[in-house]
């Protein structure tokens, strides 16, 4: 019996040994380190999922870094009819770690990146490029298949893959689109996620009904600046003749074609409408001083100026091919402003134009007044722990998420001076804090400190110039 002993007593040493060995080696793998419960590679853990399958895996210190596709139900509500590849991206730190799931609401970046609330709680990124996106989009495309509970079931497929490899909480994130595409994904599955983080996400919840955006225009900024502006707009349309002449120029050079919009006027007139638009999503006021004086500029100051700003590359059947999925969207649930711009008096011919306008006519659209009002309304009475961030000067924000009695531990936060790439750091400093404390705690890894006090919250990793550069792409046309 004490032989017995003896010998079960040195297996289990001679294992604990191999055991601390394997986790030594572990360690010293830094992101390839595994919870005690699974010590497989991490890369084979995440292709054991049914449906996974690697693209790239690209070396990135202190993380592994995945490119992948995952099958995907072209319909959710009927499995059995179709299948695409939706591309997944994963920045793996370790599996004891909390995650983000990000979105942009488009196609996903295949190179590495953090979200601010990743670098917050020091945390695993899973990133999803949104449904009918190429390549992530069904052969066959039925496009009554791209509506907003379809892309949050992709979602929920997704984290219901990861989670178990991933247990620790979960936290949603994206901005403008992205930041949208989080706050649906909460409202139809409540249960999945710890906590959203939306940034500058546009919540039109009456579609025919946008007087919001034009009191928006009124006050934003300075006047000066909008006269400025206004100006330069209004002198695009006064010159429409020989600004068109040097746009046909530039398409006829690069082979550009405008079938889709319709005419190479309707694609002029489009661009010069964003302008404005354009400018203070992208720009700060400082950069007023930068704006020509309508008066007195040459017509190729005035051509290079749109140009620089809203892209007169937008309208063209190149560049709206990429953007195909959004417009349809626009024009079936989500919705699209409307602005009077009352400084252009008769010179507009077509106003702004409508999603239709940018979809190919072979794609049936039919817009749903319904969506919209539910989303609001859900966020309005249920949110629980999220969080929306807003830029003062952004003109998306004209429409925010706002919350209702019903919600519970949610914040609206507006950056001032902000445009479009406003984030939980743009915010004054009380505000800052207190973001940056909840998103630590609903991720579960807030710091004792922090807990006493949210003074005291701060990103729990460093910065990374090349992880954590800021991501707001100049995407021409009027598209949040």
């Not at 694609?267 to 400018?279: G, I, K, M, T």
């Not at 106003?351 to 072979?362: A, I, K, T």
């Amino acid at each position: 019996m004490r032989k017995a002993l003896r010998w079960l007593l040195s297996l289990v040493l001679i294992i604990g040994t191999v055991a601390t060995a394997g986790a030594a080696t572990a360690a010293d793998r830094g992101a390839d380190h595994q919870t005690a419960t699974d010590t497989t590679d991490i890369k084979d853990r995440v292709l054991a999922i049914p449906g996974m399958s690697l693209i790239q895996e690209k070396p990135y210190e202190g993380y592994r870094y995945f490119v992948l596709n995952y099958t995907q139900p072209v319909d959710h509500r009927h499995p059995s009819k179709g299948t695409f590849q939706q591309r997944v991206t994963l920045l793996h730190k370790d599996t004891s770690r909390p995650t983000v799931f990000f979105t942009g609401g488009y196609n996903v970046s295949t190179n590495p990146s953090r979200s601010e609330p990743t670098r917050i709680i020091d945390g695993n990124q899973v990133s999803m490029e949104y449904r009918f996106f190429t390549p992530s989009r069904p052969q066959s495309a039925d496009w009554s298949k791209l509506d907003i509970w379809q892309a949050a079931s992709d979602q929920h497929r997704i984290f219901s893959a990861f989670k178990k490899i991933y247990p620790k909480k979960w936290l949603s994130t994206g901005g403008s689109k992205g930041g949208m595409t989080a706050t649906y994904f909460e409202r139809f599955y409540p249960r999945d996620m710890d906590g959203v983080v939306a940034y500058v996400a546009p919540n039109d919840v009456v579609n025919k009904e946008d007087s919001a955006y034009d009191r928006f225009f009124e006050r934003v900024g300075t006047k000066e600046c909008r006269d400025k502006l206004n100006a330069v707009q209004r002198e695009a349309l006064v010159r429409r003749e020989p600004l068109e002449k040097t746009y046909q120029e530039w398409a006829d050079a690069t082979g550009s074609t405008f079938t889709t919009v319709g005419t190479l006027d309707k694609a002029y007139e489009a661009v010069v409408l964003d302008f404005v638009w354009a400018f203070w999503q992208y720009s700060l006021l400082s950069d007023c001083e930068f704006i020509p004086v309508a008066a007195t500029a040459s017509d190729q100051e005035i051509y290079d100026t749109i140009d620089s700003i809203s892209g007169f590359s937008a309208y063209t059947d190149q560049g709206l091919e990429t953007y195909t999925p959004y417009y349809y969207q626009a024009g079936t649930q989500l919705g699209s402003p409307d602005i009077k711009q009352p400084h252009l008096g008769k010179l507009s011919r077509y106003g702004y134009q409508p999603p239709r306008n940018f979809v190919p006519r072979s794609i049936p659209m039919k817009f749903d007044p319904s969506t919209m009002p539910d989303v609001d309304s859900w966020v309005r009475q249920h949110a629980n722990q999220m969080l929306f961030v807003y830029g003062q000067n952004d003109p998306w924000g004209a429409e925010p998420f706002r919350l209702g009695h019903g919600a519970r531990d949610s914040y609206v936060y507006v950056a001032p001076g902000a445009n479009h790439g406003a984030n939980v750091a743009a915010l004054v400093p009380d505000e800052q804090a207190k973001a940056t404390a909840r998103i630590l705690a609903w991720a579960g890894v807030a710091p004792a400190a922090v807990q006493q006090d949210a003074a005291k919250a701060k990103p729990l990793a460093p910065f990374d110039a090349k992880l954590d550069r800021q991501k707001v792409e100049r995407e021409h046309t009027l598209r949040p």
